[in-house]
């Protein structure tokens, strides 16, 4: 199993970008998926699921800023995020929801700063 998220960096509060995360060796259309992130010093939390059908969910601190989807074709799993907020600065990582896989990869760090 890979995992290979992409799609962070440096932005101001308020800033938006599109996270990607794209699995191999999986069969990724049958899984639920999540978004998670971990900042220092904190517990890795899940930020945002979708199932199989493309159903959402979102952690009450996201729900309306960040959007979560798929692409099962492409074995893609996206989130766009939206008025970042300085909290939101962490390591995200994608994996399955909610019993991840062993290997998480590296993530991909969004760093907040004005």
């Known amino acids: 199993v890979q995992l290979q998220a992409s799609g962070g960096g440096l932005l101001q509060p308020g800033g938006s970008l599109r996270l990607s995360c794209k699995a191999i060796?999986?069969?990724?259309?049958?899984?639920?998926l999540g978004w998670y992130r971990q900042s220092p010093g904190q517990e890795r939390e899940v930020v945002a699921t979708?199932?199989?059908?493309?159903?959402?969910t979102y952690a009450d601190s996201v729900k309306g800023r960040f959007t979560i989807s798929r692409d099962n074709k492409y074995r893609t799993l996206y989130l766009q995020i939206t008025a970042l907020k300085p909290e939101g600065a962490a390591v995200y990582y994608c994996?399955?929801?909610?019993?991840?896989?062993?290997?998480w990869g590296q993530g991909t760090l969004v760093t907040v700063s004005s």
């Open positions: 994996n399955r929801y909610p019993r991840s896989f062993d290997r």
């Open positions: 060796g999986i069969n990724f259309r049958i899984y639920t």
């Open positions: 979708i199932n199989s059908d493309g159903t959402t």
